[in-house]
């Protein structure tokens, strides 16, 4: 089956920015029409599909040439690291404390849900199928909004945070996001050193639990540790971000992807079930500060070591013996 090329070209053309448009206009019919020529439906569609996102891309200024677009694109591999952390870190509460759920039944339909998306979504980007990756993020973006769960529960809150870094994902250039095995690498350390703290606290409370579970109260030695432990997802980010600054063949703005990377977990998870985050301004903005300071540290820290490792590499470089 063949669908004329011209039904879907003349509304892609008008999608593009003007000066793009006046320069690569016929390219992009041409392109449209090629790919489409002897395509079913569904393939059709798709290559619209793609081609649209491009123009929208441009349009935004967030397509892989534009800084903006380079940014996220630096950024979704390490939010997508934190989603799936928090979404093993669910998985395992579900099978380690019965009830974690607050008494609410399908928990295993709730978590599954909202969480093994995005492990699948890490694993599939750590295979280096990103638009595989996408398409997992996205199904678990849509799909949390229809948790079967009621609006009291804490955890609810959660679906705010997964949403956030759900967008920022689906909204950078798939062309620009770093799929060298390298990145890759990162990504999944990421993960791991999200998740790894996080579930060794959860199995620890399983001491704790009962039906007044919700009623525990630490004293202050433990709580300040527990309290602490809600910043360490932005921790881990802000350490790779000065990592990745620290080293002078890093663009700064790849590098920036990676603090932005962290700026969601000013929403902090509150230790040790992480299933609720802050629910007024004041104790967010308290986190955002918080956040803030570890970005502005790790930024001093990158910065210094990048410098000195960019000077001590001039002079080997204008040495005519080496």
Known sequence: MTHSPT?????????????????????IVAVFAESVRRADRRTAVREWAVLAAHALRLRTRLSSRDPAGRVLAAAAPYLLAGGAALGVLHLLTDLILPGAHYGFEPSWVADGVQGAPWVLAL?????????????????AVVAAQFRPEPAAMSSVHLVQLW???????????????????????????AAIAVALPMCAVDALWIGYWGEDSLAVRFPPVQQLPLDALAAWPAVVMALAYALRLADPATGRLR????????????????????????LDAQELLGNAAVVLALLVVATAVGLLRRNRLAGAARPEASDPLH
């Not at 590098?255 to 802050?278: H, Q, S, V």
């Open 7 to 27: 039904s879907g070209a003349g509304l892609l053309h008008r999608l593009y920015p003007a000066g793009y448009r006046a320069a690569h206009g016929e390219e």
């Open 123 to 139: 694993l599939c980007a750590a295979l280096g199928r990103w638009t595989l990756a996408r398409a997992l993020v996205l199904v």
């Open 163 to 189: 949403a956030v870094m759900g967008v920022l994902v689906l909204l950078a250039p798939p062309d620009a996001v770093d799929l060298s095995r390298r990145g890759r690498n990162r990504a999944v350390a």
């Open 255 to 278: 590098a920036a992807g990676i603090a932005l990377a962290a700026l969601p977990w000013a929403a902090m998870t509150a230790a040790p079930l992480y299933r609720n985050t802050p």
